[in-house]
Structures are given as C-alpha cells and as structure tokens.
C-alpha cells in the first residue's frame, strides 16, 4: 500500500471517526422524519399526475366512442337515402376512430393498473412514515432515559469520591471548634460580669426537675421508699418550714438587740450635735 492511499485512509477514518462523534440521534432521526415526509409530498405529486393523466385518456376513450357511434348513425342515414358510396366513407370515418378508441382504452386500462399500484406504493410509504416517527419517538425517548441514567451514576461516582466525604468531617470540625470558643467566650463573660453565680442557679433550676423524675421513678421501680399521703408531707413540709421555739426566742432576742444599739447610736449623735452646739 503506497504512502498517499494510507493518507487516504487514514483522512477518511478520521472523517467518518468525526462525522460519528458530532452525529446526534435526536437531531438525526427528525432530520429522517423531515426528508421522508419531503419524499411523501413529490409521491404524492407524482400519484396525483398519474391519476390525472389516467381520466384525461379515458375521457378521450368516451369521446372516440361517441364519435364512432356518430359516424355509424350517420352511415345508417346514408344507407336509407341510397348514397352507398356516402355511407362507406362514414363506416371508414367510424373505422378510424374505433380503431383509436381501442387505442385509448389499453393506454387507459394500463394507466389505471400504474395508478392503482402508485396508490398502493402510497399508502405503504405513508405507514413506513407514520412507523418511523412513532419509532423516532421511542427511541428520542430512550435517549433521553438513558441520558438521565448516566447523568446519575456519573452524580453517585462524584459522590463516591472520598475527598467529597474528608470536606464534610472537615467542615464538622472547624464548626465543633467554633462553637467550643463560643461556649468559651460565653464562659468568660459570665466569669467577668458577676453571672457565673446565676449561672449556677439556673443550672439547678434545671436539674431540680429532673431529680424529682428520678425519685419517681426509683419509687415506681420499688427502688426507693413510696412517696408518703398529702396529709403527712404536709405535716412534714410544716415542721421543716416552722422554726423551732428556741430558734424563735433567739430570733426575737436579736433584733431586740439590734434596736437597743440602734437606739443608742442615735442618742450618741444627738448628744454630740448638742455639744458642738455648746461650743
């Protein structure tokens, strides 16, 4: 094989190797549709000429054959008014054109087995046509599902990407990060401004109700003693909260104590501003 018939080769796989790769099936398979349909209009042309052609000759067929008639009437004419020779010259006028009527009528009758063929033809291209653009339809549509299938595994092979998943627990870290500072900061705030003791109240605020939930739930489990009657925790939660009498006496001692010395802090003041008065 000489150098110029492999650069041949070689130009003309790289051509059809192109001309595939830009192929669109899609687009190819309307452009099919269209060109049959295009076909579809000239046949149909060419039946419609062909179906005219077939009754112009036999309108011509009719016509030869009502003339011969004529020919022969008038023939008939002849023959009652004695003129024999006249009458031969009508019987070869109608010769001539029974002659050309037989003519027409094979050319007609020929016609009209062409015209009812074409017809057939017709009609089997028309059902290849409307088959076709059914198929193009199922196949666009195939296309398309099959475009979307690969549109979805080339999605999940991107998500099976590790590196995809390392940013995600990136990600997590550094806002775990940021909300641990957060906390932080909002620890030192409190520190600094006085609320870490409110802090603490709140806190337990918080769990007083859930050690409440536990003891009842030790109790339901016989874990713990049961809850005692309305009457007695009453009686219970009173004397807890009721102080008892020397308390009481003590109490009372104390701030009768503390009016005494308020009371002579005062008369002290007044005795002062009288001698600062004196002077």
Avoid: C
């Amino acid at each position: 094989m000489g150098i110029f018939s492999r650069l041949a080769q070689l130009l003309k796989s790289n051509l059809n190797d192109l001309i595939s790769r830009s192929e669109d099936p899609e687009k190819m398979l309307n452009q099919i549709v269209l060109d049959m349909n295009t076909q579809l209009v000239e046949a149909k042309k060419h039946v419609a000429a062909s179906i005219a052609d077939e009754k112009r000759l036999y309108k011509q067929y009719e016509a030869e054959a009502a003339t011969a008639t004529e020919w022969e009437r008038r023939a008939m004419i002849a023959v009652r008014a004695g003129n024999e020779e006249l009458a031969k010259e009508a019987l070869a006028r109608k010769r001539e054109h029974d002659e050309l009527q037989n003519t027409l009528k094979d050319q007609w009758e020929k016609q009209r087995k062409s015209v009812e063929q074409l017809k057939q033809a017709l009609r089997l291209l028309n059902d290849k046509i409307e088959e076709a653009k059914r198929k193009k339809n199922v196949l666009v549509a195939r296309k398309k599902r099959a475009e979307a299938q690969k549109a979805i595994h080339e999605t999940m092979h991107g998500l099976r990407d590790q590196s995809a998943f390392e940013t995600f627990n990136r990600m997590e870290q550094k806002i775990d990060q940021i909300e641990a500072e957060a906390e932080a900061q909002s620890e030192l705030g409190e520190e600094y401004t006085g609320d870490a003791l409110a802090s603490q109240f709140s806190k337990l605020e918080r769990t007083a109700g859930a050690e409440d939930d536990l003891s009842a739930l030790k109790r339901k489990m016989g874990i713990a003693a049961p809850e005692p009657p309305p009457a007695q925790a009453e009686a219970v939660k009173a004397r807890v909260q009721a102080p008892t009498a020397p308390q009481a006496e003590a109490r009372v001692r104390s701030e009768e104590d503390e009016l005494a010395a308020a009371l002579e802090e005062i008369e002290d003041e007044q005795q002062q501003a009288v001698r600062k008065q004196g002077r």
